[in-house]
């Protein structure tokens, strides 16, 4: 999880991106700051796991910027993976490796068992698993370790497409407890979700809709949310 630290912000400005004759991301702009966490709601194929590519650096914007801090990370691209942990849709594991060996290529042995122990990786609860073969885990397991890499190197901010999607109300709460934990740390979490379990941890939602993002307040009301995806 990230380390305690001093109040940051991230801020998004005017992100765009044009595929063929179709604007995805029409100037989407936003801002968070430390110990927040920010849901981006929309419905399939609004734009969600674009938008989140382009900040982790991933895909490229056609314009805008995305600014950790004074520091413009699009345009230095290295930087992004100082600062920032990414878990796409898809998981990016080793499927012939075990959960150890995976979290090996982003943890040196110290660390990872300190971190087993007390750390991050004790509240996502994988030291059940972590010498089965990534190719048997099941679906909650996978996101679970996926999470664990993408926090390896302590990032300050977090990305998340979709992390509840399809798991089980266990792995459920796993997840959504480490992402306290690491919001109390100083964090910063961006999700995109279709749970509504996860909003109860979000400071403030966004609509991301043809194109455009706009705030939007979650009263509790479903039906409606729904009725404006």
């Known amino acids: 999880m990230a380390a305690k630290m001093a109040g940051f912000t991230i801020e998004a400005r005017a ?3 044009t595929y063929g004759k179709k604007q995805v991301l029409s100037d989407v702009s936003f801002m968070a700051g ?3 966490c920010v849901s981006i709601l929309g419905g399939n194929g609004s734009g969600k796991s674009t938008l989140f590519s382009i900040l982790a650096g991933v895909r490229r914007a056609d314009g805008g910027s995305f600014f950790y801090g004074e520091t413009e990370l699009l345009r230095h691209p290295a930087r992004i993976q100082n600062v920032l942990g990414y878990v796409p849709q898809a998981d990016p594991l080793m499927e012939e490796l075990s959960a150890w060996d995976n979290l090996r ?3 040196d042995k110290k660390t990872l068992k300190k971190e087993l122990a ?3 990786l004790a509240l996502l609860g994988i030291e059940g698993f972590l010498r089965t073969p990534v190719r048997k885990l099941s679906g909650g397991m996978r996101k679970r370790l996926s999470i664990a890499c993408a926090v390896a190197a302590r990032p300050a901010v977090l990305i998340l497409d979709e992390p509840s999607a399809a798991l089980d109300l266990a792995c459920k709460e796993n997840i959504i407890r480490y992402l306290t934990a690491y919001k109390a740390a100083g964090g910063i979490v961006l999700l995109s979700t279709h749970d ?3 909003l109860t941890i979000c400071d403030a939602c966004y ?3 043809e194109g455009c993002l706009r705030p939007y307040v979650y009263d ?3 039906h409606k949310l729904a009725e404006a995806l």
């Open 34 to 36: 430390s110990g927040q």
């Open 118 to 120: 007390e750390g991050s």
């Open 220 to 222: 509790g009301d479903f």
């Open 15 to 17: 992100i765009r991106k």
């Open 196 to 198: 509504v379990q996860d």
């Open 207 to 209: 609509l991301l809709k």
């Open 105 to 107: 290529m982003w943890h």
